[in-house]
């Protein structure tokens, strides 16, 4: 990973009622959390995740709760990296996420984030990649079906809706379901 020299405000979308002064520190994951990364194609690093886009840190703080398994909404904070930022490599390139090895909350921005899936997902999925570099979705959130992709599985992933995730469990169930359909009428 590579280390940044970074200034300006940083922000983190986290658990609710943190406190200014409190140091954020990397948890251990679950195993279950570790499949959900694994699923979605993600690597995870330990560390906290830092961004100098509060619109992004804010959709991580409204998915906070589904992203964990618990009710409720998370915060954003203003934070202060304790250490060196490392780009994240899910975000590599994008100068928009990264890791460092603690972080201090410097202000409690918003409280109990609220947005949309649609919303939240259109401010984290613009920067997603397949594999060749090319990006997941166009510029109105619909999914970019990748060269040379055809048949049931380029069908699918046309009929879904703007900035569906396409590694959520939910539209990986409708994904399934799509291919099914387009191969009985095939």
């Given at each position: 990973?590579?280390?940044r020299?970074l200034?300006g405000d ?5 658990p609710?009622?943190?406190l200014?002064?409190t140091i954020l520190?990397?948890?251990h994951l679950s ?11 993600a690597?995870?690093?330990?560390g ?7 619109e992004?840190a ?23 990296p304790?250490?060196q930022?490392f ?11 990264y890791v ?9 921005d ?10 939240a ?7 997603r990649?397949w594999?060749d570099g ?9 999914v970019a079906?990748p ?10 992933l046309?009929q ?19 291919v099914?359909k ?5």
């Amino acid at each position: 990973m590579t280390s940044r020299v970074l200034t300006g405000d940083f922000w983190h979308g986290g658990p609710p009622g943190l406190l200014v002064g409190t140091i954020l520190r990397p948890t251990h994951l679950s195993s279950q959390a570790r499949a959900a990364y694994a699923l979605a194609g993600a690597e995870y690093v330990e560390g906290i995740y830092v961004t100098p886009d509060k619109e992004f840190a804010r959709a991580h703080a409204a998915t906070w709760a589904e992203r964990h398994g618990t009710a409720g909404d998370g915060s954003l904070y203003r934070v202060r990296p304790q250490g060196q930022l490392f780009d994240d490599p899910d975000y590599a390139g994008f100068d928009v996420s990264y890791v460092t090895s603690a972080a201090e909350i410097i202000a409690v921005d918003e409280e109990r984030v609220r947005l949309t899936s649609k919303q939240a997902n259109s401010r984290v999925l613009q920067f997603r990649r397949w594999p060749d570099g090319s990006p997941q979705y166009d510029e109105t959130g619909m999914v970019a079906i990748p060269a040379g992709m055809s048949g049931p599985e380029a069908y699918a992933l046309a009929q879904l809706q703007p900035w569906a995730d396409l590694y959520s469990p939910v539209t990986q169930e409708l994904l399934g379901d799509l291919v099914r359909k387009h191969q009985r009428r095939s």
